[in-house]
């Protein structure tokens, strides 16, 4: 928000640094030396839209694995589809988890992404599968879903353990 509000990345840092809010989002390593952007702890379309957007500024390809965000009420369906036409415009590849994480994945269709690109999962074991197979040290990975699907599980068996 710092960001869209004119501050510069280093207003925003010291800001988080001096301030009381306790950042959520980790960065670590899978083993193949993919960087993994972890923001497993909640999700709202605004925190969505800020970890894509964070997404967006990393290198190489991009993949983004998002789940349902829950309790958004009557924004359901609206937090859904603005968050699969943002995945549209920043992610090679999207891979969905959950029944609602359906609307992120048909709104990035409408939005242009292609289906070839577009995985949806209901189980994270099988994008645990999918990223073992597909992960290469070139590729930034966001996980990002309510913390009632339990996605951290998914960045604890990827991780490079020290």
Do not use: C
């Amino acid at each position: 928000m710092g960001l869209n509000d004119g501050l510069t990345w280093q207003e925003v840092f010291e800001g988080l640094s001096h301030g009381h809010a306790q950042l959520r989002l980790v960065a670590v390593r899978s083993k193949t030396g993919a960087l993994i952007l972890d923001d497993t702890y909640n999700a709202s379309p605004e925190s969505m839209l800020a970890a894509l957007n964070l997404l967006d500024e990393m290198d190489g390809r991009k993949i983004a694995v998002l789940g349902d965000m829950l309790e958004l009420g009557q924004y359901e369906k609206q937090g859904h589809e603005m968050v699969g036409m943002r995945a549209a415009q920043v992610a090679k590849d999207l891979i969905t988890l959950g029944p609602r994480a359906h609307m992120i994945a048909d709104a990035a269709r409408r939005a242009g992404m292609k289906a070839s690109h577009i995985i949806e999962f209901e189980q994270p074991e099988a994008i645990l599968d999918w990223l073992n197979k597909n992960l290469t040290e070139k590729d930034a990975v966001l996980i990002k879903g309510s913390h009632g699907l339990r996605m951290d599980r998914i960045t604890a068996a990827l991780e490079v353990q020290s």
